[in-house]
């Protein structure tokens, strides 16, 4: 422990990369759904320099990206929602984050993301990252990967705060479960 081949465990994992990635370049964030729009900026299209092409029926997708000139984004590395889900947005999010359909919300016009499109579905929360990113799922899944995000965002939070102290077993296994989520 301690040397820098500790520090590259997971250098080869392209997941574990784009992770790191879209924690580090949040808030630039973009969602093809009709059209590419980028957080905070609103519609944008990729450089044609990128050599990404997003085909037209193509919904659904988050992307990274580490510039922007105007309504052109460069840099852009496709992500997946699970990756925008855990990694972006304020480390420590207030419970209020988290809307249950029962509130009364019209979620099918709140949520950017969805796995489920059925307004009639009682089951199913939305989780807001900030003013633009929210998901909605079943209430189960929200709150398991709420979960898994709190528990993320302590062990990152304390490793900043004591990088030397030792890595304990259970913060092992939690860098072991998120390099093994789908």
Known sequence: PGDIKDLNMYSDNWAVVKAALTAGLYPNIALKQQQLCAHKYGQ???SE??????EEEANDEWFIFDDRNENEIRGVT???????????GHNRL??????????????NEEAS????????DANNSI???????SFKSDSL?????????????VMF?????????PVTQDDEKLVRTLVNLP
């Open 49 to 54: 320099n990128s050599g990404l092409v997003i």
């Open 141 to 153: 899944t929200i709150q398991s990967l709420v979960q898994l995000r709190l528990k993320w965002s």
């Open 44 to 46: 944008v299209k990729i």
């Open 78 to 88: 496709v992500v997946t929602p699970l990756t925008i889900f855990l990694f972006c």
């Open 157 to 165: 939070l304390k490793r900043l705060k004591s990088p030397g102290k």
């Open 94 to 107: 207030p419970i209020d984050y988290i809307l249950e359909s029962n509130q009364g919300n019209n979620m």
């Open 127 to 133: 989780m807001r990252l900030d003013d633009w990113i």
């Open 113 to 120: 993301d969805s796995e489920n499109d059925d307004p009639e």
